[in-house]
């Protein structure tokens, strides 16, 4: 069955950083409410794309003002992490939400961000192999016994287990067919960001591979919404632009640009990146995809670049209203309580 979940950069906006997570955390107890099934957000570092370069810390917040949105970050960089310590962490936030946290994994895709941390891009896969691999060993025992090439543990007690047992849901990103191969043998749930026919090989992929039949197979669109096509294009447009120019700070400044990445909404538009409209248009446009792609799930983005969280909270609104019931079941039922 679809469901639709959210997906979040939670990039700079323009506005203080202060005011960004107040109002993050606002709309996010509206998808709450709203019945979206999980919010996922991302990890940057030194980068104005993401705002929260320790995903747990904000997660705690989240796992504070919500009571059923499942949550996690997508992805945690595990190539940066010290595995016994975001074991930890991981066991704390599965505890304080009763249990609703999402673990997305990755090996972190810019390499300017991983070498602040003095990693090379030929150390990052080694160490992000390993880590899962402690990772999930550790959090479903009940103590760490681990003899690795970066890391090594001599019985240590897991005092603070996750509540999901062996361990919550694993994600990672995907971006080629033989990703959906390698996650389908491991179990995980996947995320795509391309277009509705290059996700439909990795989710067949996957699903030849003999994944899980109840493995949620998603893609992620930045959704605009307003009255008209007119007005949800003029609020899309700058936005995208904002939120393009965060995404490719990092790289401009060492003197590269991330080509495969839309230069701009009018690219990420023809390509089906992105979609503007009033929500008969959003409607056709996100079943069409869904249909080609063949996905289980859908990752909606209302809030990026220099958006307004008014506005923000009008596309939610107007989606909520008049774009999920052509949907049954993508959201669970409403909570206004």
């Given at each position: 069955m679809l469901r639709f979940g959210v997906f979040d950069h939670l990039d700079q906006s323009g506005r203080p950083l202060q005011d960004i997570y107040s109002a993050r955390l606002d709309l996010i107890e509206a998808y709450d409410r709203a019945g979206f099934y999980a919010y996922h957000l991302a990890e940057h570092h030194g980068s104005p794309l993401g705002l929260a370069p320790s995903p747990s810390v904000f997660l705690g917040a989240v796992a504070a003002r919500t009571r059923r949105l499942r949550f996690g970050p997508l992805v945690y960089t595990l190539p940066l992490y010290e595995p016994l310590r975001l074991i930890q962490e991981i066991g704390m936030l599965d505890q304080m939400s009763g249990g609703r946290l999402e673990v997305g994994v990755g090996r972190g895709i810019v390499?300017?961000?991983?070498?602040?941390?003095?990693?090379?891009?030929?150390?990052?896969?080694?160490?992000?192999?390993?880590?899962?691999?402690?990772?999930?060993?550790?959090?479903?025992?009940?103590?760490?016994?681990?003899?690795?090439?970066?890391?090594?543990?001599?019985?240590?007690?897991?005092?603070?287990?996750?509540?999901?047992?062996?361990?919550?849901?694993?994600?990672?990103?995907?971006?080629?067919?033989?990703?959906?191969?390698?996650?389908?043998?491991?179990?995980?749930?996947?995320?795509?960001?391309?277009?509705?026919?290059?996700?439909?090989?990795?989710?067949?992929?996957?699903?030849?591979?003999?994944?899980?039949?109840?493995?949620?197979?998603?893609?992620?669109?930045?959704?605009?919404?307003?009255?008209?096509?007119?007005?949800?294009?003029?609020?899309?447009?700058?936005?995208?632009?904002?939120?393009?120019?965060?995404?490719?700070?990092?790289?401009?400044d060492n003197g590269a640009d991330p080509i495969r990445f839309p230069k701009d909404f009018a690219e990420a538009k023809a390509r089906g990146l992105a979609i503007a409209g009033a929500p008969a248009f959003v409607r056709d446009e996100l079943a069409r995809q869904i249909e080609a792609s063949g996905a289980t799930y859908m990752l909606c983005r209302f809030a990026f670049g220099d958006l307004t969280p008014d506005h923000a909270r009008r596309s939610l609104e107007l989606f909520v209203g008049d774009v999920a019931p052509g949907f049954p079941g993508a959201l669970a039922d409403a909570d206004m309580n």
């Open positions: 390499a300017f961000e991983t070498a602040f941390f003095g990693l090379t891009h030929l150390e990052t896969p080694p160490r992000f192999e390993e880590a899962l691999d402690i990772l999930l060993t550790g959090l479903g025992a009940d103590r760490l016994t681990y003899d690795g090439r970066f890391w090594t543990y001599r019985g240590v007690p897991m005092e603070i287990p996750p509540v999901q047992r062996p361990h919550p849901p694993i994600w990672y990103g995907v971006g080629r067919p033989d990703h959906g191969a390698w996650t389908a043998a491991r179990g995980m749930n996947i995320v795509a960001n391309g277009e509705a026919a290059a996700n439909r090989l990795i989710f067949d992929a996957y699903r030849d591979a003999g994944g899980p039949a109840d493995a949620k197979l998603g893609f992620a669109r930045h959704l605009v919404l307003a009255e008209t096509d007119a007005e949800a294009e003029r609020l899309a447009a700058p936005a995208f632009a904002r939120w393009r120019a965060n995404l490719a700070k990092l790289w401009r």
